[in-house]
T-cell receptor, first 119, second 114 residues
Framework: AQTVTQSQPEMSVQEAETVTLSCTYD???????LFWYKQPPSRQMILVIR??????QNATENRFSVNFQKAAKSFSLKISDSQLGDAAMYFC????????????????FGKGTHLIIQP | DARVTQTPRHKVTEMGQEVTMRCQPI?????VFWYRQTMMQGLELLAY????????DSGMPKDRFSAEMPDATLATLKIQPSEPRDSAVYFC????????????FGPGTRLTVT
């Protein structure tokens, strides 16, 4: 079974600084996707960034970027120029990719990291 | 702006009562997921459907939970009888196989069983 581990229950960063959230995962699959979701107090799950395992290039979305280390099964999220609106729970998630059998499964989530932005 | 909708947003009920949660997936999406979020367990996959057919419900307690898709625009999750340990936020998400297949989440139903 796949597992996703987020070892930092809570992180704090000063506004405008950079913060990195850690995520490791365990899988025997070779083809999969990794995601970071943001959950603000409204509890809406918002996709922040995604990474296909077959791509070596790290994904970036504006101030958000990932450091994907496939061999180490590590997938960290870097938030640059932190803003007050970034304060939320951040969840790392994994999904296997299958060409047959429908092509998609449910997400496996980590326990989350609570990100606090200090003004 | 296409969104997944869920009703009700909040539900308080007494132990032993039946609870029905509803989800309207994004029009055209062919896969629907149910997740549960608790403080202790985090986010867990309960079940999912593709083209209205159940594909996996291994995460769901079978004795009291049931999930259905009566039509392409409605998914339901029922708990009968409800128990205090069922208190959680229940999320529905939808997606479209064949594309990159992002999952779009609804706002969740916060269930409290007293």
């Amino acid at each position: 079974a796949q597992t996703v581990t987020q070892s930092q229950p809570e992180m704090s960063v000063q506004e405008a600084e950079t913060v990195t959230l850690s995520c490791t995962y365990d899988t025997s699959e070779s083809d999969y996707y990794l995601f970071w979701y943001k959950q603000p107090p409204s509890r809406q799950m918002i996709l922040v960034i995604r990474q296909e395992a077959y791509k070596q290039q790290n994904a970036t979305e504006n101030r958000f970027s990932v450091n994907f280390q496939k061999a180490a099964k590590s997938f960290s999220l870097k938030i640059s120029d932190s803003q007050l609106g970034d304060a939320a729970m951040y969840f790392c998630a994994y999904r296997v990719h299958r060409e047959s059998g429908g092509g998609a499964d449910g997400l496996t989530f980590g326990k989350g990291t609570h990100l606090i932005i200090q003004p | 702006d296409a969104r997944v909708t869920q009703t009700p947003r909040h539900k308080v009920t007494e132990m032993g009562q039946e609870v029905t949660m509803r989800c309207q997936p994004i029009l055209g999406h062919n896969t629907v997921f149910w997740y549960r979020q608790t403080m202790m367990q985090g986010l867990e996959l309960l079940a999912y459907f593709r083209n209205r057919a159940p594909l996996d419900d291994s995460g769901m307690p079978k004795d009291r939970f049931s999930a259905e898709m009566p039509d392409a625009t409605l998914a339901t999750l029922k708990i009968q009888p409800s128990e205090p340990r069922d208190s959680a936020v229940y999320f529905c998400a939808s997606g479209l196989v064949g594309t990159f297949y992002e999952q779009y989440f609804g706002p969740g139903t916060r269930l409290t069983v007293t």
